[in-house]
T-cell receptor, first 109, second 113 residues
Framework: SQQGEEDPQALSIQEGENATMNCSYK?????LQWYRQNSGRGLVHLIL?????REKHSGRLRVTLDTSKKSSSLLITASRAADTASYFCATDVSGDMRFGAGTRLTVKP | DAGVIQSPRHEVTEMGQEVTLRCKPISGHDYLFWYRQTMMRGLELLIYFNNNVPIDDSGMPEDRFSAKMPNASFSTLKIQPSEPRDSAVYFCASSLGISYRQFFGPGTRLTVL
């Protein structure tokens, strides 16, 4: 069963714009991870944020975590056409990893 | 490192046939996961192993599914007999620890006619 739920389900933006995706979950977590999946490929890990962290950066990626609201957001700044993919959040509950349904991001050149 | 290796990449079979999917995790990783991805159900965890021992198989849909890990470098997921509703992409992933980042293979696209 899925624990994390991404919002929106689909997002279409122009190259250069920022993209924000949200993830909500139900139970307490050890950490939350974001993954990217290009069409027809496996998932690629982007970033991991632990339950005691509030914000993390990696290149053009910024992830926030609000454990009181049980939510996380992934911000991609200055998007590129190559960022077109599906993005998934995965919540780790005592080792049990659950993935959300994903956000389909389309970046138009 | 070559990453997680899965074979075959595509499998087309007829209902009732046995299907075996294979996975070679990244060397040194002690956790191995099998997932199934469909449009309807998204990405589902089927089973995972720690040091070759199955830890949680609660996601395995039914007795037709079985998974083994005879050694640290090889795992199989078997479906017998296969049914059309088993059609999906099956991913294998491995990690260095239970709460660490997972490395996914390219997946096996299974079509059961």
């Amino acid at each position: 069963s899925q624990q994390g739920e991404e919002d929106p389900q689909a997002l279409s933006i122009q190259e250069g714009e920022n993209a924000t995706m949200n993830c909500s979950y139900k139970t307490s977590i050890n950490n939350l991870q974001w993954y990217r999946q290009n069409s027809g490929r496996g998932l690629v890990h982007l970033i991991l944020i632990r339950s005691n962290e509030r914000e993390k950066h990696s290149g053009r990626l910024r992830v926030t975590l609000d454990t009181s609201k049980k939510s996380s957001s992934l911000l991609i700044t200055a998007s590129r056409a190559a960022d077109t993919a599906s993005y998934f959040c995965a919540t780790d509950v005592s080792g049990d990893m659950r993935f959300g349904a994903g956000t389909r991001l389309t970046v138009k050149p | 490192d070559a990453g997680v290796i899965q074979s075959p990449r595509h499998e087309v079979t007829e209902m009732g046939q046995e299907v075996t999917l294979r996975c070679k995790p990244i060397s040194g990783h002690d956790y191995l996961f099998w997932y199934r991805q469909t449009m309807m159900r998204g990405l589902e965890l089927l089973i995972y192993f720690n040091n070759n021992v199955p830890i949680d198989d609660s996601g395995m849909p039914e007795d037709r599914f079985s998974a083994k890990m005879p050694n640290a470098s090889f795992s199989t997921l078997k479906i017998q007999p296969s049914e059309p509703r088993d059609s999906a992409v099956y991913f294998c992933a491995s990690s260095l620890g239970i709460s660490y980042r997972q490395f996914f293979g390219p997946g096996t696209r299974l079509t059961v006619l």
